[in-house]
C-alpha cells in the first residue's frame, strides 16, 4: 500500500495540474481574465462594464444630462446621497422603477452608483435598466464614498426630499439642512416644498446645448451663492434667493469649482427661460423638483 | 457495510458538490473574480489568479473523487478548500462585510444570505471530513 509517491507530492502534482488546467484554458477565452489585475487592464474592463470615472460623472453632473440613480437602500440613501440623485434599490426594481420610470427615460444619461469598490448594486441596476431599453446607463463604481470625498453636491433625506443645502447636509446636521430648506422654500417662491424632492435628471433633459453657457453661468452663482450658503448655518437666509434657488446649490468653497455644476443642474432646465440668465436657471428647478415629488 | 456506503455516499456526495459549482465559475470568471475580491482577504495581485485556478481545483478534485483515485489527496484538499471558504466567510461576516455588495455595510442587520451560505458552508465541511474521515478509517474501499 505504501504509494510510490509521497502524499505531498500527490496532493501537488494535482494542484499544478489544476493550476495549468485554468491557465490553458484561460489563454484559450477570447475574454481571458488576465493573471494578475494590472490597472490598465483594469480600467479597460471597467470602460467595458460601462463605468466611468469621477471627472466624468462630475461633469455630467455640472451638465445637467445626466440623471443620477442610487442603488443602495433607501435607508442608505436618506442618510445621504448625491444632490439629485434617485433611489432606486436594484433589489426592488419592479416595485420602484414605475415611480420613476419617466424622470429616466427623459434622461439623456443615467448614471448608477452605490458605494464601495466592490459594491456590485449599481452594475446590477444598470443592466436592469438597459433591460428596460434606456440606454446610456453609466455606473460610477464606489460613487458614493468617491463623491463624498471630492466634495461634491450631496443631499440627504427620503426621495421625496427637498433638495436644499445638499452639500452643507453632508457636514452639517440634518436639521440643520431641513431648517435652511424650509427657510429657502420659504422666502424663495423658486424653492420647493419641503416634501418635494429635488431631481437633477429632468433640467438635463431639456438643453444639452445650453450646458455650456450654463456652465459659466452657474459657476458665478455659485460664487455668489457661496456666502449665502455659508450664512445658511446661521440661519440667515439670503433674501436674493427668491429669485435665485441659489439655496439650493449652495456649492462649498472649497467645492465651488465642481459646485457649480452639480449645485445646479438647474442650468439645464433654463431651457424655458432665457439660458444666459444664471437666477433663471435656478427658478427652473423648482418645477422639476415638483415633478419629482409627484412622481415619487 | 453501511459504513461502506455511507463513504462511498458521502465522497460522491462531495464530488457533486465541486462539480455542480465550478462550472459557472469557470466560465464566468470576471464575475468570480469580483466575488472573490469581495472577502477583502487576499491582496489585489492574487485575485485573478485564484479565481481561475480555484474552480479547475475543484473539478480535478471532484474527478480524482469520483474515480477514486489519489482520494486520499483529493479528500484532503477539498476539506482543505472547504474549511478555507467557510473560514473566508465566517471571516467576512465577522468583519461585517455584506458579501453582496462588497462593502462594508452600514446596516447592522446581516443579511440572510450570509447565514445561509454559512450553514451551507458547514454542511459542506462535514460532509467532507466524514467523507474523510470514513476513507482513514479504511470503509471506503472495495
Redesign the interface.
Known amino acids: 500500500m505504501k504509494p510510490p509517491i509521497s502524499f505531498g507530492l500527490k496532493t501537488a502534482i494535482i494542484i499544478g495540474v489544476s493550476i495549468g488546467l485554468a491557465l490553458a484554458f484561460n489563454a484559450t477565452r477570447p475574454d481571458r481574465l488576465p493573471l494578475v489585475r494590472d490597472p490598465e487592464s483594469a480600467a479597460q474592463a471597467a470602460i467595458q462594464r460601462g463605468e466611468i470615472s469621477l471627472a466624468e460623472a462630475a461633469l455630467l453632473f455640472r451638465s445637467g444630462q445626466a440623471v443620477f440613480v442610487d442603488a443602495r437602500e433607501a435607508g442608505e440613501y436618506a442618510l445621504g446621497h448625491i444632490d439629485g440623485a434617485i433611489s432606486l434599490d436594484p433589489l426592488f426594481f419592479g416595485q420602484e422603477y414605475p415611480a420613476v420610470q419617466e424622470l429616466l427615460k427623459e434622461a439623456a444619461t443615467i448614471v448608477t452608483y452605490c458605494d464601495g469598490e466592490l459594491c456590485e448594486l449599481s452594475h446590477e441596476l444598470a443592466e436592469q435598466l438597459k433591460g428596460v431599453g434606456l440606454r446610456d446607463v453609466r455606473v460610477l463604481r464606489n460613487g458614493w464614498t468617491l463623491w463624498r470625498e471630492q466634495g461634491l453636491p450631496t443631499a440627504t433625506g427620503d426621495q421625496v426630499k427637498p433638495r436644499d443645502g445638499a452639500q452643507e447636509a453632508l457636514e452639517e446636521d440634518l436639521e440643520q439642512v431641513d431648517a435652511a430648506a424650509e427657510k429657502a422654500a420659504e422666502e424663495g417662491g423658486a424653492t420647493p416644498e419641503p416634501g418635494d424632492r429635488p431631481q437633477l435628471p429632468e433640467p438635463r433633459e431639456i438643453m444639452p446645448g445650453e450646458s455650456g453657457s450654463n456652465g459659466t453661468e452657474q459657476t458665478n452663482q455659485t460664487l455668489r451663492h457661496a456666502p449665502q450658503e455659508h450664512s445658511f448655518p446661521e440661519a440667515e437666509i439670503p433674501q436674493t434667493q427668491p429669485l435665485e434657488p441659489a439655496p439650493l446649490k449652495p456649492g462649498l468653497p472649497e467645492a465651488a469649482p465642481s459646485d457649480p455644476a452639480h449645485a445646479e443642474p438647474a442650468p439645464e432646465q433654463p431651457a424655458p427661460q432665457a439660458p444666459s440668465e444664471e437666477p433663471r436657471i435656478q427658478d427652473v428647478n423648482p418645477p422639476v423638483l415638483k415633478t419629482q415629488g409627484e412622481q415619487s | 457495510m453501511n459504513a461502506a456506503s455511507l463513504a462511498r455516499g458521502s465522497r460522491l456526495a462531495l464530488a457533486l458538490v465541486f462539480l455542480a459549482a465550478a462550472p459557472q465559475k469557470?466560465m464566468a470568471?470576471?464575475e468570480f473574480?469580483?466575488s472573490v475580491?469581495?472577502y477583502?482577504i487576499l491582496p489585489?495581485?492574487l485575485?485573478?489568479?485564484t479565481?481561475?485556478?480555484l474552480?479547475?481545483?475543484e473539478?480535478?478534485?471532484a474527478i480524482?473523487l469520483v474515480f477514486r483515485v489519489?482520494t486520499?489527496?483529493?479528500l484532503?484538499?477539498a476539506n482543505a478548500m472547504l474549511v478555507v471558504f467557510l473560514g473566508a466567510i465566517v471571516g467576512a461576516y465577522l468583519r461585517g462585510i455584506d458579501l453582496?455588495?462588497?462593502?462594508?455595510s452600514?446596516?447592522p442587520t446581516v443579511s440572510d444570505d450570509m447565514v445561509f451560505y454559512i450553514v451551507r458552508d458547514v454542511i459542506f465541511v462535514v460532509l467532507g471530513l466524514t467523507a474523510a474521515w470514513l476513507y482513514r478509517r479504511g470503509y471506503d474501499s472495495d
Open positions: 469557470i470568471p470576471a473574480a469580483a475580491g469581495s477583502l489585489d495581485a485575485i485573478n489568479f479565481a481561475l485556478t474552480p479547475w481545483l473539478i480535478v478534485v480524482l489519489w486520499g489527496q483529493a484532503f484538499l453582496n455588495c462588497g462593502c462594508f452600514s446596516a
